[in-house]
């Protein structure tokens, strides 16, 4: 089960060598339908990537900090770094291709 963040630990959150934090809303449709896929690849890719969550609804001024304008958006830590941003719905396998690729780097 990925990580419910706030503005109180994201940092804390964040660190590890590699870590997909979830920006989403209880109102995004899109964002409903990514979460059984999401669900999944933190099955599949746990042990290497932590999953954190981050509801942008409460948590306003970190979405804005990471740039974040449109949810869900998907931004990729590495050791409490942020290093890219994907936004809008991909598909479950779509998603497990570029976390594939992210786990090699």
Known sequence: MA????????????QGPLTVVDFWAP??????????????????????IKF???NVDGNQEIAQQYKVMSVPSLV???NGEAKE???????EEKLA???????AE
């Open 97 to 103: 291709h570029y976390f594939s690729r992210k786990v």
């Open 27 to 48: 109102w995004c449709g899109p964002c409903k339908m990514m979460e059984p896929a999401m669900a999944k690849l933190e099955e599949r890719f746990g042990k290497e």
């Open 3 to 14: 990580i419910e963040a706030s503005t109180q630990d994201f940092k804390a959150q964040v």
């Open 52 to 54: 954190v969550k981050l």
């Open 85 to 91: 941003k994907v936004t809008g719905y991909y598909p």
């Open 76 to 78: 990729l830590f590495r």
